[in-house]
């Protein structure tokens, strides 16, 4: 009993010491396998640092607004008559755009001239009687004023039918009209947009810390979605006062827009350049790497073999433009940063560099990046 025992437990330790040795030779052969292994050389685009004049821009959103722009409304109601414009159709100051029917006015009218023209009559034999002492002073004005009281009375009436004329108050673009011929209309319906379409107000808002940066009569450039253009203007006015609630304060820009292509209501993407040109550092946005903990970039360098590597550094960053951004700490002109290839590389990686599918490196690129 004792013998097979023991012949079983050497057998166990046979076993298990085998187990165990196999492991370990397995575990050996695998360090050895990733120690001997050969560096994977990853091929990047490099990029230089590079020094630029910089000048400092704000960027801001903001509307495009018409210098003048109104819905056409009457003053009073009526049934509409005619109409005296095409939808979309060129306007000027003082054009007709649409008429009311004044038939009842009309006939109004003529009442109340033959009204004002006996008051006159009256008034011209109460100033004979008058003359004559026929009458009283009291007499003689109380007949005066009946006599004025009687032109105002039309004049009035005139005023209410000149109302029924809706013009053109500026030159503009009509709208589409809201009415039809026919059609009852109440005081204060309206009846067609009219816009002047140039030149245009851009309305933005800028954070109170940039107050002292703008002033009447500075340039700015403003971009918009449905024109692949860029357009400028000049500020033309400051909102005085500061919102206590979001802190910002409101600017004007006057855009000039003579071939008519921007329109009222557009989203505007506007930039202010401020301060004088400086310079500046800055490399392609493609070559940043961006974390909770800092920015950084893969500087190349040169081993003693001649091997290029790349080794981590975090800088400082400022303002992006175009497909660049300016690095405020952390790199030098002239030093290479690796461009592309950035989720392959960690510290010490060899690299080899490459021309092929490069990333831009425009500062102002056309179209411009959104």
């Known amino acids: 009993m004792i013998k097979r025992m023991v012949i079983m437990l050497l057998l166990t330790g046979l076993f298990f010491g085998a187990v165990f040795g196999f492991k370990a030779f397995i575990n050996q052969q695998i360090a050895d396998y990733f120690a001997n292994i050969p560096e994977e050389v990853v091929t990047i685009n490099a990029s230089e640092v590079r020094e630029v004049r910089w000048v400092e821009q704000v960027l801001a959103i903001g509307t495009l607004t018409p210098v003048n722009g109104a819905d056409i409304a009457s003053e009073v109601a009526g049934v509409v008559k005619s109409i005296h414009f095409d939808n979309g159709s060129r306007v000027r100051k003082g054009q007709t755009l649409i008429q009311l029917d004044t038939e009842t006015d009309e006939a109004d009218l003529q009442r109340l001239k033959a009204v004002a023209r006996l008051a006159e009559l009256e008034l011209q034999r109460a100033r004979r009687l008058f003359e004559q002492k026929t009458i009283s002073e009291a007499e003689w004005q109380r007949r005066q004023s009946e006599a004025e009281q009687a032109k105002a009375t ?196 060899p690299v080899t560099l490459s021309d092929k599918a490069r990333p831009s490196e425009d500062l102002n690129p056309q179209p411009r990046n959104q």
């Open 154 to 349: 039309v004049g009035a009436q005139q005023a209410r039918i000149a109302q029924k004329t809706i013009k053109a108050p500026f030159d503009g673009i009509a709208g589409i009209r809201r009415v039809n011929l026919g059609q009852f209309i109440s005081a204060g319906d309206p009846l067609v947009s009219l816009e002047s379409l140039n030149p245009l107000f851009v309305q933005f808002t800028l954070p109170e810390r940039r107050l002292m940066n703008v002033q009447v009569g500075q340039t700015i450039q403003v971009e918009v979605d449905a024109v692949d253009q860029v357009f400028s203007g000049r500020i033309s006015a400051i909102e005085p006062r500061i919102s206590p609630t979001t802190r910002t304060f409101e600017v004007q820009a006057t855009l000039a827009n003579p071939d008519e292509l921007l329109r009222a209501g557009l989203f505007a993407r506007v930039t202010l350049e401020t301060g004088e040109p400086q310079a500046a550092f800055v490399i392609p946005q493609s070559g940043m790497r961006y974390s909770p903990y800092g920015n950084s970039v893969f500087v190349i360098n040169e081993d003693d073999s001649g091997q290029l590597r790349v080794m981590q550094r975090f800088v400082q960053t400022g303002e992006r433009r175009g497909d660049m951004i300016r690095v405020t700490v952390g790199l030098q002109a002239g030093e290479r940063i690796a461009a592309s290839g950035l989720l392959k590389l960690q510290n010490n990686t």
